[in-house]
C-alpha cells in the first residue's frame, strides 16, 4: 500500500509500520553550516566585544585604584580573567539564537536532535538511525485491537 494510492500521506506507511516522519532526511552540509555559522557569529558578534569590554572596564577599574594589582603578577590576572569570563559569557548568550537556527531547519527544542547513528553509523547492534517520533497512525498501529475499537467509536 503506497501512500499516493491512500489519499492521505503517512497512511500508506503506517499501515506498513513506518513512521511517515522517519524518512524525512537530514541534510548533514546544513548541519555543518548552521554550526559553523554559530561557531563564527557567537565568537564575533558576541565573545569577542564582550571579552575586550571586560578587559576594557577592568582595566579602567585597574587605573582607577578600584581594583588593586597583584603584588606579583601585576594587573595581568585580573585583566585574563575578565577577557575569559567576557569570552564564555558572549559564546553562552549565542545559544539561543542557534537553538532557532537549528530549529528552523526542523529540529524542535527539547528533543535529542542528534540522536544515534547520525554522525554516521554506530558500532554494534542498535545504533543506526531511526525515527523518535511517534505519530497517531503508528501508536494506533502498536495498539492492541480491542483498544483501537474503543477508540474508533
Same mark, same amino acid.
Given at each position: 500500500?503506497?501512500?499516493e494510492?491512500?489519499?492521505?500521506?503517512?497512511?500508506?506507511?503506517?499501515?506498513?509500520?513506518?513512521?511517515?516522519?522517519?524518512?524525512? *532526511?537530514?541534510?548533514? !552540509? !546544513?548541519?555543518?553550516?548552521? &554550526?559553523? $555559522?554559530?561557531?563564527? !557569529?557567537?565568537?564575533?558578534?558576541?565573545?569577542? /566585544?564582550?571579552?575586550?569590554?571586560?578587559?576594557? +572596564?577592568?582595566?579602567?577599574?585597574?587605573?582607577?585604584?578600584? &581594583?588593586?594589582?597583584s603584588?606579583?603578577?601585576? /594587573?595581568? /590576572?585580573?585583566?585574563?580573567?575578565?577577557? +575569559?569570563?567576557?569570552?564564555?559569557?558572549?559564546?553562552?548568550?549565542?545559544?539561543?539564537?542557534?537553538?532557532?537556527?537549528?530549529?528552523?531547519?526542523?529540529? !524542535?527544542?527539547?528533543?535529542?536532535?542528534?540522536?544515534?547513528?547520525?554522525?554516521? /553509523?554506530?558500532?554494534?547492534?542498535?545504533?543506526?538511525? *531511526?525515527?523518535? *517520533?511517534?505519530?497517531? $497512525?503508528c501508536?494506533?498501529?502498536?495498539?492492541?485491537?480491542?483498544?483501537?475499537? &474503543?477508540?474508533?467509536?
Amino acid at each position: 500500500m503506497s501512500t499516493e494510492a491512500s489519499g492521505s500521506p503517512g497512511v500508506g506507511e503506517a499501515a506498513e509500520g513506518k513512521c511517515p516522519l522517519g524518512n524525512r *532526511h537530514v541534510n548533514r !552540509e !546544513e548541519v555543518r553550516q548552521i &554550526l559553523r $555559522e554559530c561557531q563564527e !557569529e557567537s565568537f564575533w558578534y558576541r565573545a569577542v /566585544p564582550l571579552s575586550l569590554g571586560g578587559l576594557a +572596564i577592568t582595566g579602567a577599574l585597574i587605573y582607577k585604584g578600584v &581594583l588593586v594589582p597583584s603584588k606579583r603578577f601585576g /594587573p595581568f /590576572p585580573k585583566l585574563a580573567a575578565a577577557g +575569559i569570563i567576557g569570552y564564555i559569557l558572549g559564546k553562552a548568550s549565542y545559544m539561543r539564537t542557534c537553538r532557532k537556527k537549528f530549529h528552523r531547519l526542523g529540529f !524542535e527544542p527539547g528533543r535529542r536532535a542528534f540522536g544515534p547513528g547520525f554522525w554516521g /553509523p554506530g558500532f554494534g547492534p542498535g545504533h543506526s538511525r *531511526h525515527c523518535h *517520533h511517534v505519530c497517531n $497512525e503508528c501508536e494506533k498501529a502498536s495498539q492492541p485491537l480491542h483498544q483501537r475499537v &474503543l477508540l474508533n467509536r
